[in-house]
């Protein structure tokens, strides 16, 4: 499977399609995996972040989470083929499971989201085994047991919505103990699943503009979203753009 780096980081050119082929095959390997969902923000973290980087240049698959990479990734000339957003995967991962009989926990999000989410997946996907969910608020002393209490269920997909940064580490710190085939760090998709969140419409997606459309909803979100243009100096001009052939033939 190819990638490419933006920044640093390591960025799978996977389709959907190629994306849940990748998923079913690590449930089928058996060994614990570890999915994420880079976007600008987690890139423009991983400068400045060592454990970060590893963490995600380490992981099995990293989908590319936001189109303003692939926009990126096409004035480099080096195209990503289409955005695979974390929510959209986690949608078709529930169709994939429901299919086969794979089993799937739900952590994250505020105390009720992750079972209001598994509720309504389960409305969805009447054949679905959902065999946990819980909440992504716990101290440090409670971590064992949260650990302990996943890997007691077996599960074969785990999706972890315990906030962008947190959910990497936290997942791939316990990788080996949590001995799921698919852990996948998911942001705020239960958010949206469970009907917490509402996701832009498909329209505004259509137009590039989520992130405005969030900006809106969410208007605390602006210093996360002063990211964009770092990621866009960082990936275009420092180490992009003045770095392809097509400009130094130009010139
Ligand atoms: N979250 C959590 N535990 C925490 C911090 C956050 O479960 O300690 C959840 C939060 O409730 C929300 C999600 O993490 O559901 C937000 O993650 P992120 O900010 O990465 O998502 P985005 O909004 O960028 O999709």
Same mark, same amino acid.
């Given at each position: 499977?190819?990638?490419?780096?933006?920044?640093?980081?390591?960025?799978?050119?996977?389709?959907?399609?190629?994306?849940?082929?990748?998923?079913?095959?690590?449930?089928?390997?058996?060994?614990?995996?570890?999915?994420?969902?880079?976007?600008? %923000?987690?890139?423009?973290?991983?400068?400045?972040?060592?454990?970060?980087?590893?963490?995600?240049?380490?992981?099995?698959?990293?989908?590319?989470?936001?189109?303003?990479?692939?926009?990126?990734?096409?004035?480099?000339?080096?195209?990503?083929?289409?955005?695979?957003?974390?929510v959209?995967?986690m949608?078709?991962?529930?169709?994939?499971?429901?299919?086969?009989?794979?089993?799937?926990?739900l952590l994250g999000g505020a105390?009720?989201v992750a079972n209001e989410a598994a509720?309504?997946?389960?409305?969805?996907?009447?054949?679905?085994?959902?065999?946990?969910a819980?909440d992504g608020?716990?101290?440090?002393?409670? %971590?064992?047991?949260?650990?302990?209490?996943?890997?007691?269920?077996?599960?074969?997909?785990?999706f972890a919505g315990l906030?962008?940064?947190?959910?990497?580490?936290?997942?791939?710190?316990?990788?080996? %103990?949590?001995?799921?085939?698919?852990?996948?760090?998911v942001g705020g998709s239960m958010d949206v699943i469970s009907?917490t969140k509402?996701?832009?419409?498909?329209?505004?997606?259509?137009?590039?503009?989520?992130?405005?459309?969030?900006?809106?909803? %969410?208007?605390?979100?602006?210093?996360?979203?002063?990211?964009?243009?770092?990621?866009?100096?960082?990936?275009?001009?420092?180490?992009?753009?003045?770095?392809?052939?097509?400009?130094?033939?130009?010139?």
């Open positions: 499977m190819t990638f490419i780096e933006l920044a640093g980081i390591k960025i799978d050119d996977v389709t959907m399609d190629e994306a849940i082929a990748r998923l079913n095959g690590f449930i089928m390997e058996r060994s614990p995996h570890l999915i994420v969902t880079p976007n600008p %923000e987690i890139i423009v973290s991983a400068q400045v972040d060592e454990e970060l980087r590893n963490i995600l240049n380490n992981s099995h698959l990293r989908l590319p989470d936001g189109i303003s990479m692939v926009v990126v990734s096409r004035i480099l000339m080096r195209p990503l083929r289409e955005r695979v957003s974390g959209d995967f949608q078709k991962a529930m169709a994939l499971a429901s299919a086969k009989g794979y089993r799937v926990y105390k009720g509720r309504k997946l389960r409305l969805q996907y009447p054949e679905l085994q959902i065999v946990g819980r608020y716990f101290s440090k002393v409670e %971590e064992t047991s949260v650990v302990s209490g996943i890997r007691g269920v077996y599960p074969d997909i785990l906030g962008m940064i947190r959910q990497e580490k936290w997942l791939a710190n316990n990788l080996n %103990e949590l001995n799921v085939p698919a852990c996948v760090g009907g509402q996701r832009a419409p498909a329209w505004i997606q259509a137009l590039y503009i989520e992130w405005l459309y969030r900006l809106i909803m %969410e208007p605390w979100r602006i210093k996360r979203q002063a990211a964009l243009p770092k990621f866009l100096w960082l990936t275009l001009i420092k180490h992009g753009i003045m770095r392809t052939e097509w400009l130094k033939k130009l010139f």
